[in-house]
């Protein structure tokens, strides 16, 4: 992909680069640049005739002396800074040979992924910040109260299998028996490091420690401003881009949009396919889950069409 494919805006390669500790890799931008003394991802303009990924390798070997050897796509970000129209192309930087070091005199920094948002970046690069906190797979454990037993054994193999993320999305007609069993769930993942965000309305989180919301588009298109603080995961579902566009303005760290492919939860559902979908998460600012017909197969196919990463209800062995 040629930097003339949007000619208006300024093409940027960035890369996130992470080390054997899982620590990210910024720097700090020099005072007589734009957006100076601000830290970010390392990068730079994509020149004429220029791949993304041969871009990057050059600026990471100018910026940093390092060689980038393996790399992954990661998020794309059209950003309007008034002065400045920026579409930051953002990968994933997996393996590099060298050690890095600021060729140009910038400060740099390793930073832990917890400690990325005690910095000033850029507005342009805080999606970049939620993606790299990401995981690829978002399993969604779906149940009722009715099976307690089920619910757990599905909590239990994510655990297991070393799962961070998963949607707890659970009825029920008593809050309150609910709200109990939540709270045990939340309680059980803690040492495992599985985060759960509940598909329920959000003082409930508050009210059982989860780590966070996820929006049915109901409820998102009901939200008329971000309310949680900014360590509170607030994720949302989707399904054309008006819902996206809300998304966006509400502040939402990351969202699902479905159906990709023919689902039997909703068999009824027309699938965007991969063309409608890759389309729509390219106009989008923040980290797209594919959901609908997926399995963890799809992963690859998934990324190449600009997904943060694939969730479902089925197929979540290890991951």
């Known amino acids: 992909m040629a930097s003339t494919s949007h000619s208006s805006a300024l093409h940027v390669a960035v890369g996130v680069i992470r080390n054997a500790h899982g620590e990210v890799l910024i720097a700090r931008r020099h ?13 730079g303009k994509i020149e004429p005739e220029e791949t993304v990924e041969q871009a990057l390798r050059r600026e990471l070997f100018e910026e940093l002396s390092i060689s980038a ?38 400060a740099i920094r390793w930073v832990s992924i917890d400690d990325l948002h005690q910095f000033d970046f850029p507005s342009a690069n805080r999606p970049i910040i939620t993606a790299a906190s990401l ?9 009722s109260l009715d099976d307690v037993d089920a619910l757990f054994a599905k909590l239990e193999n994510l655990c297991q299998n070393a799962y961070r993320l998963a949607q707890w999305r659970v009825r029920f007609q008593d809050e309150s028996a609910y709200l109990e ?56 579902s989707c399904h054309n881009p008006e819902e996206i566009r809300h998304a966006e303005r ?56 600009g997904a943060q990463g694939i969730a479902g209800i089925r197929g979540f062995g290890s991951p």
């Open 135 to 143: 995981p690829e797979f978002y399993p969604i454990i779906d149940g």
């Open 31 to 43: 005072e007589h640049l734009h957006q100076g003394g601000l830290w970010e991802f390392p990068g």
């Open 181 to 236: 069993l939540t709270r045990r769930a939340v309680a059980f993942c803690k040492p495992y490091g599985l985060q759960l965000l509940l598909n329920a309305e959000p003082v409930m989180a508050i009210q059982t420690g989860a780590a966070g919301i996820h929006l049915n588009s109901r409820r998102l298109l009901a939200l008329q401003q971000r309310s949680f603080k900014n360590s509170f995961w607030l994720a949302a």
């Open 250 to 305: 509400m502040g939402i760290d990351f969202i699902l949009l479905s159906p990709v492919l023919p689902t039997p939860s909703h068999p009824e559902a027309t699938p965007l396919g991969w063309n409608q979908f890759g389309a729509w998460v390219e106009q989008a600012n923040l980290p797209v889950f594919a959901l609908g017909g997926m399995t963890k197969a799809l992963l690859g196919q998934a990324r190449q069409h």
């Open 69 to 106: 050897e393996a790399t992954t796509p990661l998020i794309k970000i059209h950003h309007d800074y008034g002065d400045k129209q920026v579409l930051l192309d953002v990968w994933r930087v997996d393996a590099y040979t060298g050690s890095p070091h600021g060729r140009e005199n910038q």
